[in-house]
């Protein structure tokens, strides 16, 4: 007998959810018994998921390089000076509502994905630049200077010591980072990113709970899923 661990688990669970969706058509239609259509129609749930999991990533990929990096930048010596002015732009990002940053995104990049990786790439950086920079400035000024010691170039000494000692740190802002996008990048689909907020938008616009519920129950699952993954690698 097969044992799934929870990260498999949850994955298997997700993935069925969206192929056996419209199996659930009975469940549905006691949830919305006035409505004719209870199962999304205009498009499958496995394609919403795989186009939603890909903004996301796409998005965390780019905050990841662009938050680190900067983190990294200003804890060293020729940087530290724009550490204030790192924060506070990392702060205001995650401040500025989603759904004006979609507004103010469109007409430079038009409707679609392109404007909601914008959106979710400047609300998801806040938490990696804060722990990435919490994790480095944790680092032991004596471990550093040790390294230093022994003969290794700056390069080492970030790459071997300081980066791997803050790991676990900027490991808990990605996780942050990318769980809080999950359910942020459902807002896409009032631009036309297809996304799995397409029913949740529907079903808001035509009053239709089932719609709701089946885009909600997914993007749970999917935030749960990666959650649960991200912890067996922390």
Do not use: C
Request: no cysteine; glycine share 8%; net charge neutral.
């Amino acid at each position: 007998m097969i044992r799934l661990t929870p990260p498999l688990a949850w994955l298997t669970l997700l993935l069925a959810a969206a192929w056996l969706m419209p199996a659930l058509k009975p469940v549905f239609e006691a949830v919305a018994p006035d409505r004719s259509t209870v199962i999304y129609p205009r498009d499958t749930f496995l394609s919403l998921l795989g186009e939603h999991v890909a903004i996301v990533a796409v998005a965390a990929v780019m905050a990841i390089v662009i938050g680190v990096g900067s983190a990294v930048l200003v804890t060293r010596r020729s940087g530290e000076e724009f550490l204030p002015l790192v924060s506070q732009l990392a702060s205001i990002g995650q401040t500025f509502p989603p759904v004006a940053v979609l507004a103010l995104s469109v007409p430079a990049l038009g409707y679609g994905a392109e404007a909601v990786v914008v959106a979710l790439v400047l609300y998801g950086l806040l938490p990696i630049v804060r722990n990435t920079l919490a994790g480095l400035q944790s680092v032991d000024r004596g471990v550093i200077e040790s390294a230093r010691g022994i003969g290794l170039s700056p390069r080492q000494v970030l790459f071997q010591v300081e980066l791997p000692i803050a790991a676990p740190a900027i490991m808990g802002g990605i996780r942050t980072s990318v769980t809080i996008n999950i359910a942020t990048a459902a807002i896409g689909s009032t631009i036309g990113a297809n996304t799995l907020g397409d029913p949740i938008i529907s079903g808001i616009v035509n009053n239709n709970i089932a719609f709701t519920l089946q885009g909600a129950v997914l993007i749970g699952l999917l935030a749960v899923t990666v959650d649960s993954a991200f912890s067996r690698i922390a």
